[in-house]
């Protein structure tokens, strides 16, 4: 079956960085983008970036664009995300996902992804 695993987070402080990376494994990577969604508590999950499989076209939330970094390992099935100059209020849960297809359109669209992680912990704060 497919499975996610993220790791990398923890606590770090305003200013500080991460860098998170997601290993999949018993998934087909074709026409497939993969990316990085986070949730914090009382809040809906919501798009932070993702990379389409195949030639590596990055898409990014507003709220993270110039900060964060998204990347790919095609040889291990893996995808990071560098985080720089965090804020406090980038603290959340951040969960992995993958999906078929790479209609731009909606490829920050939550509900069309189709695998998750379990997620992983970033707390930032002084």
């Known amino acids: 079956q497919v499975q996610l695993v993220e790791s990398g987070g923890g606590w770090v402080q305003p200013g500080g960085s991460l860098r998170l990376s997601c290993v999949a494994s018993?998934?087909?990577?074709?026409?497939?983008?993969m990316g990085w969604f986070r949730q914090a508590p009382g809040k809906e999950r919501e798009f932070v970036a993702t990379?389409?499989?195949?030639?590596?076209?990055?898409y990014y939330a507003d709220s993270v664009k110039g900060r964060f970094t998204i990347s790919r390992d095609r040889t291990k099935n893996t995808v990071h995300l560098q985080m720089t100059s965090l804020k406090p209020e980038d603290s959340a849960v951040y969960y992995c996902?993958?999906?078929?297809?790479?209609?731009?359109?909606?490829?920050?669209?939550?509900?069309?992804?189709?695998?998750w992680g379990q997620g992983t912990q970033v707390t930032v704060s002084s």
């Open positions: 990379i389409r499989w195949i030639g590596g076209h990055t």
């Open positions: 018993g998934y087909t990577f074709s026409n497939s983008a």
């Open positions: 996902a993958v999906r078929d297809g790479v209609i731009t359109s909606t490829i920050r669209t939550v509900s069309t992804y189709t695998h």
